[in-house]
């Protein structure tokens, strides 16, 4: 079994910080790209930021320069260091790891059970 756990959501006001994090536990071999996407309501699941096993990051437009993505392999965990937060900001957001569970074995994607991100005054 393979869990991600995320923490670190809640209510800040517009220009607040918030620090997510995603921890994975389980039986795990390798894992490869990490990564934040979010959600808001009526909207689609969208990229935010990612991350390969050797510290390249990508983000979306949007995030740029607000949000900093970061991993830690030795503790599984990947972290999204949110700054200068939006209203629009607000949604829920999921993290992604693809992960090999045993070696020789096919990488798989797993996600997290998401967190509430809400930026309002």
């Known amino acids: 079994q393979v869990q991600l756990v995320e923490s670190g959501g809640g209510l800040v006001q517009p220009g607040g910080s918030l620090r997510l994090s995603c921890a994975a536990s389980g039986s795990i071999h390798w894992i490869g790209d990490m990564g934040w996407y979010r959600q808001a309501p009526g909207s689609q699941r969208e990229l935010v930021a990612g991350?390969?096993?050797?510290?390249?990051?990508n983000y979306a437009d949007s995030v740029k320069g607000r949000f900093t993505i970061s991993r830690d392999n030795a503790k599984n965990t990947v972290y999204l260091q949110m700054n200068s937060l939006k209203p629009e900001d607000t949604a829920v957001y999921y993290c992604?790891?693809?992960?090999?569970?045993?070696?020789?074995?096919?990488?798989?994607?797993?996600w997290g059970q998401g967190t509430q991100v809400t930026v309002s005054s």
């Open positions: 991350i390969t096993s050797g510290g390249d990051t």
């Open positions: 992604n790891a693809a992960i090999q569970r045993r070696l020789f074995s096919g990488m798989n994607a797993y």
